[in-house]
């Protein structure tokens, strides 16, 4: 039984479902947009929402905290410098979701 079980597993086992993640959030913190399913969407949206709070603080810990998430120092430096002040007036709810329509195989 899932009782009071949150996120979904999408498949794949604990690893690659991070690594999903963290993927998924480089590219929307390096080009500021992604494409991909509805579901990933939605639960991308709440990993992206606490990381963007996060980088919010921009201290010495929380850029450790997000650097032990990405793994990677310029996309840090990105989220923290060029998203995070862009959400100065917001306590949450960055990321939105828009639906494209079908793909063209459907």
């Known amino acids: 039984m899932r009782h009071r079980v949150s996120g979904k597993k999408l498949g794949r086992d604990t690893k690659h479902r991070k ?3 963290r993927n998924l959030m480089r590219q929307l913190v ?5 494409e991909t399913t509805e579901v990933k969407g939605k639960e991308l949206k709440s990993v992206a929402d606490r990381l963007v709070g996060q980088a919010q603080v921009n201290s010495i810990a929380s850029r450790r905290l997000l650097h ?3 793994g990677k120092r310029d996309v840090v ?3 923290v410098d060029q998203v995070a002040p ?5 306590q949450s709810g960055f990321t939105r ?9 459907d």
């Open 97 to 105: 979701i828009e639906r494209l329509g079908n793909r063209a195989g």
């Open 77 to 79: 430096n990105a989220l």
């Open 86 to 90: 862009t959400f100065t007036d917001r």
């Open 30 to 34: 390096m080009h500021g947009h992604l």
């Open 68 to 70: 032990r998430f990405f």
């Open 19 to 21: 690594a999903l993640w």
